[in-house]
């Protein structure tokens, strides 16, 4: 896997700041809270469930490190991308392990400050003629996650018919 310079270094950035200052510690007390962490298995490489049936991606590696340095037990539940946010809005998880910030959400939920930013792509057939505008796919069926911010963005800014 690749990922963007920027990426890797604001990553590297976010555990240094995490982890300054704390002194190294030989044994830690048990966890004193478990807090529930919604996940969605349609969202690779940022959280999804891998070959052995345990959460994996990105953000589930960043969730446990942060729950690691905060002496806290996390457990993650299961859910398709929209079932995900409603288990959010319904209060029955904690946090979600990590969702772009978009108008339709914002009413919805709390967010913190972005710890890192994401760009999205399109992925095109390579017998199709080149896109290299959202505005440009009004002309084609495309295909994304029910509820995401890329449907979302779709939808705003073009006439494509969506596929979901």
Known sequence: MFYSKSFLFYLLMLFSVITYGQEPSREQAAPTQTLTVALSTQSFPYHSIDENDQPAGMLIDFWRLWAEKQNVAL?????????SLEALEQGKVD???GMMQV????SRFAYSEPIFTLNSYIYLHRDMP?????????????GAIEGSSQASSIIEKNEASLFT
Do not use: G, N
């Not at 993650?76 to 079932?83: D, N, V």
């Not at 108008?103 to 914002?106: C, F, H, I, L």
């Not at 080149?130 to 495309?142: A, F, G, K, N």
């Open 75 to 83: 457990e993650f539940k299961r859910f398709t991308w929209l079932e």
């Open 130 to 142: 080149m896109v290299t505008s959202i505005d440009q796919l009004s002309p084609y069926t495309v």
């Open 103 to 106: 108008e339709s959400r914002k």
């Open 95 to 97: 946090f979600h392990a």
